[in-house]
Antibody, heavy 117, light 112 residues
Framework: QVQLVESGGGVVQPGGSLRLSCAAS????????MHWVRQAPGKGLEWVAF????????YYADSVKGRFTISRDNSKNTLYLQMNSLRAEDTAVYYC??????????WGQGTLVTVSS | DIVMTQTPLSSPVTLGQPASISCRSS???????????LSWLQQRPGQPPRLLIY???NRFSGVPDRFSGSGAGTDFTLKISRVEAEDVGVYYC?????????FGQGTRLEIK
């Protein structure tokens, strides 16, 4: 079955960096685009970034453009999100999700990022 | 950016009764390929979101047939024919017609 497992979250100071990972299994990872979506505590969903199946195209929300970088390693079935210059407003649970013609098909359980001094 | 507006934001419903959530987009969600990439997500308490409905009215794998979607252009509706206890949670509409992908504010479904 499809499984997405995020990791790498934690507590980081403002201005710091963190790299999130999303380990995929149960489907052909190299055939699908992938998203990162976040959810601040008690708030709604906010799309963060998307990468095409082959990494050839990437899109970002304006709120993270220039600070976050999405990437993937198809040989390792893993999606990444490099987050630099972190701010308090980046505090959220970060989810990875599979992109298909249907939308955001399957979601991981999420990893919590807390930006605080 | 396409703004997605849901109503109501909170919906108290009696078990066994129907529920309906509306979603309006600030511009048409019809893609140049002819498809409308409007979907509905369910997020139960403490859980990640889960895809319920895609391309307006198609139920995702394993979704009970009491859930249905309808609409066109800029106006869409999610209906639950008979609410069950396991339906409690927050429902989001979302569009993937163009980047950035955007979500509605969420509608909290609770049992009266």
């Amino acid at each position: 079955q499809v499984q997405l497992v995020e990791s790498g979250g934690g507590v980081v100071q403002p201005g710091g960096s963190l790299r999130l990972s999303c380990a995929a299994s149960g489907f052909t990872f190299s055939s699908y685009g992938m998203h990162w979506v976040r959810q601040a505590p008690g708030k709604g969903l906010e799309w963060v970034a998307f990468i095409r199946y082959d990494g050839s195209n990437k899109y970002y929300a304006d709120s993270v453009k220039g600070r976050f970088t999405i990437s993937r390693d198809n040989s390792k079935n893993t999606l990444y999100l490099q987050m630099n210059s972190l701010r308090a407003e980046d505090t959220a649970v970060y989810y990875c999700a599979i992109a298909t013609v249907r939308g955001l098909d399957y979601w991981g359980q999420g990893t919590l990022v807390t930006v605080s001094s | 950016d396409i703004v997605m507006t849901q109503t109501p934001l909170s919906s108290p419903v009696t078990l066994g009764q129907p529920a309906s959530i509306s979603c309006r987009s600030s511009q048409s969600l019809v893609h140049s390929d002819g498809n409308t990439y409007l979907s509905w997500l369910q997020q139960r308490p403490g859980q990640p979101p889960r895809l319920l409905i895609y391309k307006i009215s198609n139920r995702f794998s394993g979704v009970p047939d009491r859930f249905s979607g309808s609409g066109a252009g800029t106006d869409f509706t999610l209906k639950i024919s008979r609410v069950e206890a396991e339906d409690v949670g927050v429902y989001y509409c979302t569009q993937a017609t163009q980047f950035p992908i955007t979500f509605g504010q969420g509608t909290r479904l609770e049992i009266k």
